[in-house]
């Protein structure tokens, strides 16, 4: 069979100071000497992996006996990654294909050139991670000089453009109406005796659980708020509270004069939801504070003073957690009552009971006969499937993977786009920080996906497995330690919707 040469070539992204793919093939037909080719090209695709049409085109080829050299324009066209082209010179080996980089003047038919062209191909992804290194270093350090860098904006605050030290940026300005309201918050739970659900029920009274951006108020929101560095004025009494808490203080304590407020930045525990206060990174933030050190302390030290680390799962229902008002969406929890019945349990609507948000009213909800409403239900659901697998269950799934996966190879493609754009040397600084916010929702978009790949990977029925083994268990139900049944409604369940006329439950098999 007679063979022919292949060229490759592959531009990421548009860039002036880039090489197009035209002038990349120009010279690789130099390089070939006037011998037949055929042209494979990506434009737009990243070389952090070998996810590309035209690429995977030519492997297929190189596979099927068509071609006996490739020819790029430089080495890095084909991968940046050390273990990816390591398995291409495998391949290439395995198929008797030399490659040949027509500016680095590589030829694989020789030893010397296969050693010199690993070497390359270390440095060409160092080269790719230092970038990245770089704009991660970047962002730590404009962090640590208190520049806004991205992210939600707090209740109280809105987003100005601002210019500190020379550089445009932004920052937080309070906005009147809002910081009202954050300050009757920190207010009312400052009262010693004041909880979380005292200030919940004085906001309902005064017709404010309802906040300025559409949102109800709940007392995570409130603890969210109470939480926040962001609302109050840097004075000394505040660096010396998170001093004691073991965080780590980027500014030194002559410059907490109160005319700044404060950030948390890249830490391991700058999550919204995070108690421990140690390791966390505080830095001076440039916008004024709303809240007077004294108070914030207060509500802090008393939020911090009443927070008890809970090792167990809810006991006292095994569905717990899964019950939401088909409504307003808010949680469905359990309460005692000693009326009537004796010691009783009830399923209570929070949106409505504490939230006061929800416009419908629910019918009383006994425990004991929701929850033998809800295991009948599973049984049922699982006799189903038992009777009637669906064949095709375990190709959807994996399709699903799959669309995920693909999902993720073009946001890692999208990612590495921007960041080759940000280290072009005139790269606009508005645009930059675009860059910067797109790269961030990026990262966010990736860990939901990667959420929910594993979800579906732990979903556990098709074909290969019917409901058999849960059927037993649900056979078994009332021998059943509780820790068990919330395993299994934690496999079977996913939500639990209740209107007044109806329960709808979303089954995660």
């Not at 350090?141 to 809105?158: L, V």
């Not at 073991?246 to 030194?252: A, F, H, K, W």
């Not at 280290?423 to 860990?447: A, C, H």
Request: with cysteine; net charge positive; hydrophobic share 35%.
């Amino acid at each position: 069979m007679y063979k022919k040469i292949a060229i490759y070539a592959r531009k990421s992204v548009a860039r002036e100071d880039s090489i197009s793919i035209e002038s990349q093939i120009e010279m690789c037909l130099y390089e070939a000497r006037g011998e037949e080719c055929i042209i494979y090209k990506d434009n737009g695709y990243s070389g952090k992996n070998t996810d590309r049409p035209d690429f995977q085109r030519m492997v297929a080829d190189i596979k099927a006996g068509l071609i006996n050299k490739v020819i790029v324009y430089k080495l890095d066209r084909v991968s940046r990654s050390v273990l990816d082209f390591s398995g291409l010179m495998d391949m290439f080996q395995k198929y008797k294909v030399d490659f040949v980089s027509a500016t680095e003047h590589f030829d694989t038919s020789s030893p010397m050139g296969r050693a010199m062209l690993n070497i390359c191909v270390v440095f060409a992804q160092l080269e790719r991670e230092t970038i990245q290194q770089r704009v991660i270093d970047a962002y730590a350090s404009r962090s640590k000089k208190g520049f806004y860098m991205g992210g939600k904006i707090p209740y109280g605050y809105k987003r100005v453009p601002a210019n500190i030290d020379g550089i445009r940026t932004s920052m937080y300005e309070p906005v009147p109406e809002e910081a009202e309201d954050i300050r009757l918050i920190y207010e009312l739970y400052s009262k010693p005796s004041a909880t979380l659900g005292d200030v919940l029920r004085e906001l309902v009274l005064r017709e404010a659980n309802q906040n300025r951006r559409g949102h109800y108020w709940n007392t995570a929101r409130l603890s969210e708020v109470m939480r926040n560095p962001a609302y109050t004025k840097n004075d000394i009494r505040i660096y010396n509270f998170y001093k004691q808490q073991g965080s780590n203080l980027i500014d030194s304590p002559e410059k907490y004069d109160g005319n700044g407020s404060l950030y948390l930045f890249s830490g391991e525990n700058t999550n919204r939801k995070t108690w421990d206060l140690k390791g966390q990174n505080i830095v001076i933030a440039r916008h004024k504070g709303i809240i007077e050190p004294e108070t914030w302390l207060m509500c802090r030290k008393k939020l911090l003073a009443n927070h008890q680390v809970k090792t167990c799962k809810p006991k006292n229902s095994f569905l717990s957690g899964k019950v939401k008002c088909g409504n307003c969406g808010y949680a469905i929890v359990v309460r005692y009552s000693t009326i009537n019945r004796g010691h009783v349990r009830y399923f209570i609507d929070t949106g409505r009971s504490e939230n006061r948000c929800c416009t419908i009213r629910l019918p009383t909800i006994h425990a004991d006969d929701f929850e033998k409403v809800i295991v009948e239900r599973m049984k049922e659901k699982l006799s189903m499937i038992s009777v009637k697998a669906k064949p095709d269950d375990k190709s959807r799934i994996q399709e699903s993977i799959s669309r995920l996966e693909n999902k993720l190879i073009s946001i890692d493609e999208e990612i590495e786009n921007l960041v080759d754009k940000m280290t072009s040397p005139d790269m606009d600084r508005t645009v930059l920080k675009y860059i910067k916010g797109k790269i961030s929702k990026l990262d966010s978009e990736k860990m939901n996906i990667k959420t929910d790949i594993e979800q579906l990977k732990n979903t556990g029925m098709t074909d290969e497995f019917d409901g058999r083994e849960l059927v037993n268990v649900m056979s078994k139900w009332e021998e059943l330690s509780f820790d068990d049944k919330r395993s299994v409604v934690e496999v079977l369940i996913k939500k639990i919707l209740v209107y007044p006329d109806k329960i709808e439950i979303e089954w995660n098999i």
